[in-house]
């Protein structure tokens, strides 16, 4: 079959053109408003077909004989051979007849021709000329040939009706439409855009790159602009190989078109109301990018390279290698200026995604910028990364959420077409890095990186695109890597073919200047001489390098100023007690809905309890006590943020943040009503991941100082899925980077029966992780020493992570409540809860049972079963920074006693191996019979608990059993 014969226009569907016109003629609604616009306009012309006539008569040989019907209106010499009037009318349905066949074919031909423009928008990307290496070679694919539409080489140069398709006019040739589509679409820019729905943006899309062939005409002092960014680009990157050899730098070697395109964001961002810009990125690239967007001086990346650390002498930690490090600066762009942060990022690539997100966010709410024009995130990736890591997918499903929208990001892939030493083909399944981004119908514009001026014009129109319509768009630049997955790596040993078409491909500068001097733009001795200008910028910078010497830290300025370091690892209580009237005052507020609500019947118990208790002053419950201190920071001027799996709920039903009308559905939020003048809480329903959450809510925290910011996992051990964000970022932000956060994680932990997934928020790794003072791990058993633990978070002048291991059956435990008294005047965080039944003397107790968490109320109900009263069970309630010297305290006053270990977790998991040696430590600074604690609980295991309900009670009780039993 030949291939024109497989479109719609031929074969059996050859009436459909026809079909569509006669529904139109019928009604003209009932085709699609294109179809009207198109058959409207050839009405038109058939309207001008019979008036014509109308003005003539038909010889009988059927020739047209120009005149009017009416034979004695002609002159005799013109009707010699015209027939009679009444014929020449009778004729007229015929020529009307005739009119509606050509216009039948008309619209066939204008119908193949937009059909050949559609296939252009949406398969044309498959035959630009993207890849500089030349090594991606698209065969011809056949939707792009114009005989696939039954056109032939005698059509070229006939006009046909496209009505201002492509900005040619009505009608253009289709040699003329070949060409303005193999510009537009198939030369160093291929655009995927089809895929969107929205049809406002594919009409923008398609206006702002039609008009203009998908090209901007620069002026000759921008394009030698260009030149300039791409010569730095590939000067910094040579004299650095140069001078400091086989030093991993993971250069932009290939990929230098990244630094004028960014520019290029900034710059037009700047014009459209960007204030702020947030930029993540991985390693490859972002010395340049520091050093040319950031400002970072040469001098100082220089006396890196030297050995010497980023950090000022005087601050404490273990810093980063110089490729992860992050900056800020000012930028000044046409005379808007614009503040710059690039945030630091481990090689986990994509893991600052969600972060940059997340402080972007916290921008804007500072800002009031509720339009989402002022803030901007660009976010610079790798080709294999963008297509591999499931951050990616995560991030951009947070895109148009509500509690996360932050009005579109930019993300700017540097695609070198090899992840390490493995090929496109082997690490992807689409044809392209970029697929992942249609999940948010985020349009796509891939655009050849040897090309600076297309890279540049690219970047424009995703900036255009992003403050016009406040959504994702993505560049995929094609490029390459020069060297190695790092300076010292051989990529011959994997990629000879690749790597011997990069060793004799001229850089992106030596094609641009090239370019730029045949045509007359600048001289070779004019690149010479900008050459020569940055060699010697840079041997000064590098002879000043030895006497570098960073002078302070970035960290504690603007939103930070008036921070302090935190104070030794020893208690930090802060002041945290709340006025008895003010938590009267949010407890009432919390628990009344508003009037003519209706409130689920077993939600308005719940807060008819939650009245009592708040009335009597007794029996205050977890959620109760957490909504106090949500109400009373909010009351004092501090905004809550909590976010995570069903958070407006709860998991277990506990918390109803959200009150649900039962018959509109309309929500009340009870805490957005506790105070005249008060801060907001936002509470949100997150997706159903946990590592892009987590780190959106890690980078709000780093932004936003000054507001609570809490991640709730709906079951602590789903925090495992947010792993790389917890190691590479919370717990050792501070130390590498110098970046304080308040970040709280609440981690439902207990074993109650439930199975191995449902039991463990993995206790064991926090502690593991916890050293430098760098967080603080907490498993408390009282609802007021919850609620002291979110206060003190923002009542000190330091700010740390805090990870809370809290409770599920205890929620509604009927001993595990406070009393008002407890959140009054005088109160605060306990880190150790002491004894609190009537004992023997402290000298003649034989055992102290220290333990954390559910595990106490087991063993307390059964002590009091068995009436034992020598035997002393302590809670020890933080365990980082572990209390070394309260707990010695307190261990003295039971000098005879030997000291148990009492978890519920198996040995190798949980507390114990973390708190041996420091309760060891405890007891050597104390004159006290015992030296070190022994251990009871679930032996060692590999799963975290049993699956079977009876399994589980009787090695509950069996562990209970023997911390009561001595000897």
């Known amino acids: 079959m030949r291939a024109e014969q497989t479109s719609f226009l031929f074969g059996a569907n050859a009436p459909f053109i026809e079909e569509l016109y006669a529904r139109f003629l019928a009604d003209p609604s009932s ?22 006539v109308r003005g003539a008569s038909w010889a009988p040989n059927g020739t047209r004989v120009i005149g009017a019907i009416d034979p004695d209106a002609v002159p005799a010499a013109a009707n010699r051979n015209v027939k009679g009037g009444k014929e020449a009318a009778a004729a007229a349905p015929a020529i009307a007849g005739k009119a509606d066949a050509e216009i039948r074919a008309a619209a066939q031909d204008t119908a193949r021709a937009l059909m050949l423009i559609r296939a252009y928008r949406i398969r044309g990307h498959l035959e630009a000329d993207l890849d500089p290496l030349g090594l991606v070679r698209q065969a011809p694919h056949r939707e792009l040939d114009p005989a696939t539409y039954g056109f032939t080489e005698a059509d070229w140069d006939r006009p046909i009706l496209i009505f201002g398709s492509l900005a040619l006019g009505e009608s253009a040739t289709l040699r003329q439409i070949m060409e303005r589509l193999r510009k537009t679409y198939c030369g160093k820019i291929g655009v995927e855009f089809m895929h969107i729905s929205d049809p406002d943006q594919k ?11 998908n090209h901007t005409e620069f002026t000759v002092t921008g394009r030698k602009m260009i030149l300039e960014r791409v010569g730095e680009a590939e000067g910094l990157e040579r004299y650095l190989h140069v001078k400091f050899v086989g030093t991993k730098r993971f250069g932009l070697d290939g990929g230098e078109s990244l630094i004028p395109g960014i520019e290029q964001i900034l710059k037009r961002g700047g014009q459209l109301g960007v204030k702020e810009v947030m930029l993540g990125m991985p390693h490859r690239g972002r010395l340049n990018t520091l050093v040319h967007v950031m400002h970072k001086s040469y001098t100082a990346l220089f006396s890196e390279f030297q050995g010497r650390s980023s950090q000022p002498e005087e601050m404490r930690g273990s810093g980063d290698v110089k490729y992860h490090l992050g900056a800020s600066a000012d930028r000044e762009f046409d005379g808007n200026v614009i503040h710059l942060s690039l945030s630091p990022n481990p090689s986990h690539l994509e893991a600052v995604n969600p972060v940059i997100l997340g402080k972007a966010r916290a921008k804007e709410d500072q800002r009031g910028d509720t339009d989402r024009s002022q803030v901007m995130c660009i976010l610079m990736h790798g080709d294999a990364a963008f297509a591999g890591q499931g951050l990616v997918a995560e991030s951009l499903d947070l895109s148009d959420l509500a509690g996360y929208r932050i009005g579109g990001t930019i993300h700017f892939i540097v695609n070198n077409q090899i992840g390490f030493t493995t090929l496109p083909t082997e690490s992807r399944s689409g044809p392209y890095c970029t697929e992942v981004a249609k999940i948010v119908q985020a349009p796509i514009l ?34 390459y890597r020069r060297h190695g997955h790092n300076e010292g790596d051989e990529p011959m040993f994997t990629q000879p073919l690749m790597y011997k078409e990069i060793g004799a ?65 020893e208690d930090r209580k802060g002041v945290t007690a709340v006025d008895l009237d003010l938590l009267k005052n949010v407890g009432r507020a919390i628990s009344e809905p508003p009037k003519d609500f209706e409130l689920n019947r077993k939600i308005a118990r719940q807060l008819q309890e939650k009245r009592k208790t708040i009335d009597t002053g007794e029996n205050i419950d977890w959620a109760t006590g957490e909504a106090l201190a949500f109400g009373t920071l909010l009351a004092e001027g501090t905004p809550v943020r909590l976010s995570g799996q069903d958070s407006g709920r709860g998991t277990f039903s506990q918390r109803h943040s959200v009150l649900v009308d039962q018959v509109t559905e309309a929500k009340y939020v009870p805490l957005n009503h506790v105070a005249e003048g008060q801060a907001r809480y936002e509470v949100i329903d997150s997706p159903l991941n946990e590592a892009g959450v987590l780190g959106f809510e890690y980078g709000y925290s780093l932004a936003e100082p000054n507001a609570l910011v809490l991640w709730e996992a709906q079951f602590g051990d789903f925090a495992n899925g947010a792993q790389v964000i917890i190691d590479q970022f919370i717990c050792s932000g501070e130390s ?30 926090y502690l593991q992780l916890s050293a430098e003072d760098n967080w603080q791990v907490i498993n408390p058993t009282t609802p007021a020493n919850y609620f002291h633990a979110l206060r003190r978070q923002m009542r000190r002048t330091f700010r740390k992570p805090l990870v809370v291991m809290t409770p599920k059956s205890l929620l509604r435990h ?38 954390s968490g559910k595990v106490y109320f087991d063993l307390v109900a059964e002590r009091r079963k068995r009436k034992i009263d020598d035997i002393a069970i302590m809670r020890i309630e933080q365990l980082y920074p572990f209390p070394f010297t309260r707990l010695g305290v307190r261990l003295a006053q039971y000098p005879n006693a030997e000291v148990v270990w009492c978890q519920e977790e198996p040995e190798n998991m949980g ?22 604690p022994l251990y009871v609980g679930r032996p060692e295991a590999a799963s975290p608990a049993t699956g079977s309900a009876r399994n589980h009670l009787k090695e509950q009780a069996d562990l209970v059993d023997r911390a009561l039993t001595i000897g």
């Not at 297309?454 to 993505?474: L, P, S, Y």
């Open 31 to 52: 085709v699609d408003a294109e179809w009207q616009t198109f058959f409207g306009a050839l009405a038109e012309q058939k309207g001008d077909v019979l008036a014509e």
């Open 203 to 213: 009409a923008w899309i398609q206006e702002r790159i039609e008009h203009i062939e």
């Open 446 to 479: 891939h655009v050849n990186g040897d090309d600076p001026e297309a890279v540049v014009h690219v970047a424009r129109i995703a900036t255009e695109f992003r403050q016009h319509f406040k959504r994702d768009i993505v560049i995929d630049m094609f490029c």
């Open 505 to 569: 491909h001229r850089s992106v500068k030596e094609i641009y200047a090239a370019a730029l001097e045949a045509e007359g733009v600048v001289t070779a001795d004019e690149v010479a001489a900008m050459d020569n200008a940055l060699r010697e910028k840079l041997d000064k910078a590098l002879e000043a390098a030895s006497n570098y010497k960073p002078n302070k830290a970035d960290w504690l300025e603007g939103k930070w100023a008036g921070f302090t370091v935190a104070p030794g690892e």
């Open 736 to 765: 590498k980077w110098l970046r304080m956060s308040g970040l709280v994680m609440l981690l439902p932990h207990g074993y109650e029966g439930q199975g191995p997934e449902h039991s463990s928020a993995r206790l064991e790794r």
């Open 814 to 851: 009927k001993d595990c409540v406070s009393s008002l008294a407890d959140f009054g005047p005088g109160s605060s965080f306990r880190r150790i809860l002491i004894e609190t039944d009537q004992l023997v003397d402290g000298d003649k107790v034989r055992r102290v049972i220290l333990c």
């Open 911 to 932: 507390a114990w191996h973390f708190v041996d040696r420091r309760i060891e430590r405890a007891l050597a600074s104390i004159d006290a019979k015992a030296r070190r």
